[in-house]
Nanobody
């Protein structure tokens, strides 16, 4: 069982940066793949980025490649999403997730989300 709490969202101008954090609790955190998803108003939740338990393997949605970077610190039970060159279309609620693999359907623990708003 993993509990997840996101932080770091806020309002930023287009072209700016934000770093999201996800604090996890649970003894088996280091065995889970971790990911970030987002959901914009009126749209379905979409995959953003994922990272394997070791931190060596990551995957990204095509529109985030080169702009977003996911990382994790197993000792601190933290996952991060560094977001650069933000665009208004990145506005969404961002969710941290934990699961058994990197495929989007393999995530089964979710945080409450943190709002990111990018102004033009």
């Amino acid at each position: 069982q993993v509990q997840l709490v996101e932080s770091g969202g806020g309002l930023v101008q287009a072209g700016g940066s934000l770093r999201l954090s996800c604090a996890a609790s649970g003894r088996t955190f280091s065995s889970y793949a971790m990911g970030w998803f987002r959901q914009a108003p009126g749209k379905e939740r979409e995959f953003v980025a994922g990272i394997r338990w070791s931190g060596r393997i990551t995957n990204y949605a095509d529109s985030m490649k080169g702009r977003f970077t996911i990382s994790r610190d197993n000792a601190k039970k933290m996952v991060y999403l560094q977001m650069n060159s933000l665009k208004p279309e990145d506005t969404a609620v961002y969710y941290c997730a934990a699961g058994v693999g990197l495929a989007p359907y393999e995530y089964n623990y979710w945080g409450q989300g943190t709002q990111v708003t990018v102004s033009s």
